[in-house]
Nanobody
Framework: QVQLVESGGGLVQTGGSLRLSCAAS????????MAWFRQAPGKEQEFVSG???????HYADSMKGRFTISENNEKNIVYLQMNSLKPEDTAVYYC????????????????WGQGTQVTVSS
């Protein structure tokens, strides 16, 4: 089973940028749908973005135009480029993997990373 490790989180000011990385442990990375979720304190887990095996991409409405998901299949890494960050983007960001198609529900994903903290100061 694929294992996922996120990195790239940190503290940034409003309007700043961060790039998160999610490294997968297996060469079968290309067989998995990859997605990013986030969870802020006291809030439910929220879908951020996902990429299908076909390359089609989905974003949550609040992230469209600010966040970009991409992948490097040779390196088994999925990226989340986050621009124009806002304090409400503060959360722990998780990457997740599953078979089939991108789902907006976290419960549909079989594998999760440990998460990386993103804090946006006002």
């Amino acid at each position: 089973q694929v294992q996922l490790v996120e990195s790239g989180g940190g503290l940034v000011q409003t309007g700043g940028s961060l790039r998160l990385s999610c490294a997968a442990s297996t060469r079968t990375f290309s067989n998995y749908v990859m997605a990013w979720f986030r969870q802020a304190p006291g809030k439910e887990q929220e879908f951020v973005s996902g990429i299908n095996l076909s390359g089609s991409i989905h974003y949550a409405d609040s992230m469209k135009g600010r966040f970009t998901i991409s992948e490097n299949n040779e390196k088994n890494i999925v990226y989340l480029q986050m621009n124009s960050l806002k304090p409400e983007d503060t959360a722990v960001y998780y990457c997740a993997a599953k078979g089939g198609l991108v789902s907006f529900r976290g419960s549909d994903y079989s594998t999760w990373g440990q998460g990386t903290q993103v804090t946006v100061s006002s």
